[in-house]
C-alpha cells in the first residue's frame, strides 16, 4: 500500500507494475475470470496476456498447479481496464475457485485441445451457469499440440457442453500460450463479449467480498476483492459483516496503484484502520454503512442441476458458497416434496454461520460429503425467518421473489406495524433507495398505501384501522361522558398502547384533525360534528356548588366533602367545572371557584401597591384563612407568577398586573 516501487505482497498478488496515483473515473472496468479443468492451461494463457505469472505459492510453483486464486491486470485493445481472476481447477480446490468466480463481467472457459472437455470442465461451466453469468469466451488452449480433425471435434464438444445456456453463442477462439497463436482473436473477442456486459451498479452502495487478508509493513491490515457495486473512497468508513464491527479505509490501490477511489467492477485493495488481520478472513464482506445485515436464514429459490444421478431430499447438509465464503447449513424445500433434476423449487438455507447476502444474489450449494455441486440458486430473501411448508404461506414468498417493486413494497408494508421510512424500507427489500422512494409516493397518492406528514409509510389497511379505532373510541367517549367536552389525549393513546403504535397513532391523529373528523382543544379531543354544550342538570349543580365554595370564604370545604355531596355527578360536574374555566384545583384536596382567585389576585395587587414584601401571616390576615389554606393558596399563587418566593417571605410576580 505505497508508491514506493519496491514489490509488496499486494503487487506480487495483484499484478501490479510501477506505483503511482491516478483517477479511474472515466476507464472502462470489467472483471474476467477464468474456468476449467486442472492443467489446462488457465495460468498460461493469463500470464501470455498479461505477463504476469498468478502461480505465487510457493507450492503452487513446486507442484505447478493453481491452488488458490491469482490475480492480474489487462487493458485490452478497446482500452477496457480487466481485472483477471485466475482460479484453480483441481476438484479439491473449487471453493477457491468459487471465492474468485463471483463477480466477474466475462468467464474464459478453457478447453485444453489435447484433452477435450473434462470433468472439472463440467463443474465449472455449472458453477458459471449457476452464478449467472452471461458473457463468456471458450478457449480452446494447447491447439498447437493436435491436427484440426481433432481441434474440429473438441470445438464440437464444447458448442454442445454450452447448448442451451447464455454462453449457447459465445465465440471460440483456438489459442496457444506457448506460440502466442490466437492472442489477438482472443482479446479481440474479450472486447466485443465486454461491450454487450451488463454495467456495473456503480451509484448503489459498496460492497466488498473478502477474498484475501494480510498484513502489509507501515499500512497494517489488508484486504482484497472485487468490488460488486458502489465506490470505496479513502476515508470512507464501512460495515465489516458477518461481524458487525465498523472499519475506515486508510488507502485504496488497484493493481498496486494507489487511487482515490475505487468503483464497481474493479479489482481493490484496501489498507483497513482500527482492526487487527486475525479479525478478517475470507469471506467476510465490506459494505457501506447499515446497506445489508448479516442472517443465518435466507429465503431462496434453489436449482437442482440437471445432471444429478437422483432426487433431492427436504432437509440436508449442504455447503453455501456466495462471494468468497463457504457456510455449512441445512438446505430445507418449502413444497412439501424432494426436487428433481433440473428442476427448481423455493426452498430455505439456515446456515451455521451468518451469511451477508442481498435480494437477487446468485449462490452456488455443495454436497456436505463428498463434496462436489449439486446446484444453486437466488436468494429471494436475504434475512428470512424459519419457514416449514406445512404452514403454507408460499405465496408470499412467491410475490417476493418475482412481483414488481410497487407489488413488494405492498407486501412489505403488510407486516409492518407502524409508519417506516423509505430509506429502511429500501433497505429491508434490497432495492435501489430512489426507486423505492418514487415508488412509495406513487403508491400513497393512488391510496394503495398511506403515508404520513414525516414521509413515513405504512399499509392501507392498518392506516384505516387506526383511524377507524380513534375516531371510534372518541365517539363513544362523548356519548358515554356528555358532560366533558372530550377524552384527554394521553388517556386515549394510553388505551390504544396495545393496539396501534405510538407513531402510528400520533399520525393518524393528526390526519383525523385535518380532515375535520375530530377537534381538540387543549387535551381534550371530541367529535368535530358534534357541539358540545353542558347538560342543564349538570350545569345547575356546578353553579350550586359554586356558591358553595363562594360562601365559605377561602377556608373552602375539601374536595372529598363536596364530592360525598354531589355523588356519582362529582366527577362530572368537576371536569365541566375545570373544562369551563370556573373551577381551578389549587391542591390535591381543594378546589376553589375563578371568582374567588380572581379576587384574591386584586387583593395580592393592592397589597404590593403598598407593601414590598408579603409573609405568611400578612397573607392570614388578607385572606381570613388558616395555615392549612393559606399555605396550598400561597403555592398557587407562586405556580401561576403572582408571587415570588424569597425566604420565608414573597415579593411580587411578573404575572400580576399593578
Known amino acids: 500500500m505505497t508508491a514506493d516501487p519496491r514489490p509488496t505482497p499486494e503487487r506480487r498478488a495483484e499484478g501490479a507494475g510501477a506505483g503511482g496515483s491516478r483517477s479511474p473515473s472515466q476507464e472502462r472496468r470489467a472483471i474476467v475470470g477464468t474456468a476449467g479443468h486442472i492443467d489446462h492451461g488457465k495460468t498460461a494463457l493469463v500470464r501470455r496476456l498479461t505477463g504476469v505469472d498468478t502461480d505465487r505459492l510457493p507450492e503452487e510453483k513446486k507442484r505447478g498447479i493453481s491452488i488458490d486464486l491469482g490475480f492480474a491486470p489487462l487493458v485490452t485493445p478497446a482500452g477496457v481496464h480487466a481485472g483477471i481472476v485466475d482460479v484453480p481447477g483441481h476438484e479439491r480446490f473449487v471453493k477457491n475457485m468459487l471465492a474468485g468466480v463471483g463477480g466477474i463481467d466475462l468467464v474464459l472457459l478453457v478447453i485444453a485441445a489435447d484433452e477435450g472437455v473434462m470433468p472439472q470442465t463440467r463443474e465449472h461451466f455449472a458453477i458459471v451457469k449457476l452464478l449467472g453469468i452471461e458473457r463468456g469466451v471458450i478457449v480452446l488452449t494447447k491447439s498447437d499440440l493436435v491436427e484440426r480433425a481433432w481441434l474440429d471435434e473438441v470445438a464440437r464438444d464444447a458448442r454442445a457442453l454450452v447448448a442451451g445456456s447464455p454462453l449457447a453463442q459465445a465465440p471460440i477462439v483456438e489459442f496457444s500460450a506457448v506460440t502466442g497463436a490466437g492472442q489477438g482473436e482472443l482479446l479481440a473477442a474479450i472486447d466485443r463479449e465486454l461491450a454487450l456486459a451488463r454495467a456495473r451498479a456503480e451509484a448503489e452502495p459498496a460492497r466488498l467480498p473478502v477474498d484475501r487478508v494480510f498484513t502489509v509493513e507501515g499500512f497494517g491490515t489488508v484486504v482484497t476483492g472485487t468490488l460488486w457495486r458502489g465506490a470505496i473512497r479513502n476515508g470512507d468508513t464501512l460495515d465489516l459483516l458477518p461481524q458487525r464491527a465498523s472499519v475506515r479505509v486508510r488507502r485504496v490501490q488497484i493493481h498496486g496503484h494507489t487511487v482515490e477511489a475505487a468503483t464497481a467492477g474493479q479489482r481493490t485493495a484496501l489498507a483497513l484502520h482500527g482492526i487487527e488481520r486475525d479479525r478478517l478472513a475470507r469471506g467476510d464482506w465490506l459494505v457501506a454503512p447499515n446497506s445489508l445485515t448479516a442472517s443465518r436464514i435466507l429465503d431462496v429459490r434453489f436449482e437442482l442441476l440437471p445432471d444429478m444421478p437422483r432426487e433431492w431430499p427436504a432437509y440436508t447438509r449442504v455447503r453455501f458458497h456466495l462471494g468468497a465464503s463457504e457456510i455449512i447449513g441445512r438446505l430445507v424445500l418449502l413444497e412439501g416434496r424432494p426436487v428433481l433434476p433440473g428442476d427448481s423449487m423455493l426452498a430455505q438455507l439456515r446456515l451455521e454461520y451468518a451469511a451477508v447476502a442481498a435480494r437477487g444474489d ?169 357541539p358540545w354544550s353542558p347538560p342543564a342538570e349538570l350545569k345547575a349543580a356546578l353553579e350550586d356548588l359554586e356558591r358553595q365554595l363562594e360562601a365559605a370564604g377561602y377556608a373552602v370545604p375539601e374536595n372529598a366533602e363536596w364530592n360525598a355531596r354531589l355523588g356519582a355527578r362529582a366527577a362530572d360536574v368537576a371536569a365541566m367545572g375545570f373544562f369551563m374555566g370556573r373551577l381551578v384545583r389549587v391542591s390535591q384536596d381543594l378546589t376553589y371557584t375563578m371568582k374567588q382567585l380572581e379576587q384574591l389576585r386584586a387583593r395580592l395587587a393592592d397589597w404590593f401597591q403598598k407593601n414590598r414584601a408579603l409573609s405568611v401571616a400578612n397573607f392570614r390576615d388578607l385572606t381570613g384563612a388558616s395555615r392549612k389554606f393559606a399555605v396550598p393558596l400561597l403555592e398557587h399563587c407562586d405556580r401561576v407568577g403572582w408571587t415570588t418566593r424569597a425566604g420565608d417571605e414573597r415579593r411580587r410576580g411578573g404575572a400580576l398586573s399593578a
Open 362 to 530: 446468485r449462490f452456488v450449494i455443495r454436497q456436505y460429503s463428498p463434496s462436489r455441486t449439486i446446484g444453486g440458486g437466488t436468494v429471494i430473501d436475504p434475512v428470512a425467518s424459519k419457514r416449514r411448508w406445512r404452514e403454507g404461506g408460499l405465496g408470499t414468498l412467491e410475490l417476493h421473489e418475482s412481483g414488481s417493486l410497487a407489488a413488494r413494497l405492498v407486501q412489505h408494508l403488510e407486516g409492518e406495524t407502524k409508519p417506516v421510512s423509505a430509506e429502511l424500507i429500501a433497505h429491508a427489500l434490497d432495492a435501489p433507495s430512489s426507486e423505492t422512494t418514487d415508488t412509495l409516493a406513487r403508491l400513497a397518492a393512488a391510496n394503495e398505501i398511506a403515508g404520513t406528514r414525516e414521509n413515513r409509510y405504512v399499509s392501507r389497511r392498518r392506516w384505516e384501522e387506526a383511524c377507524a379505532a380513534i375516531e371510534s373510541e372518541v365517539r363513544a367517549f362523548a356519548s358515554q361522558h356528555p358532560a366533558r367536552y372530550g377524552v384527554p389525549k394521553g388517556d386515549l393513546k394510553s388505551g390504544f398502547k396495545s393496539r396501534i403504535d405510538g407513531a402510528l397513532f400520533d399520525a393518524a391523529f393528526t390526519q383525523l384533525i385535518a380532515d375535520e373528523a375530530i377537534a381538540q382543544r387543549g387535551e381534550l379531543v371530541r367529535p368535530a360534528d358534534s
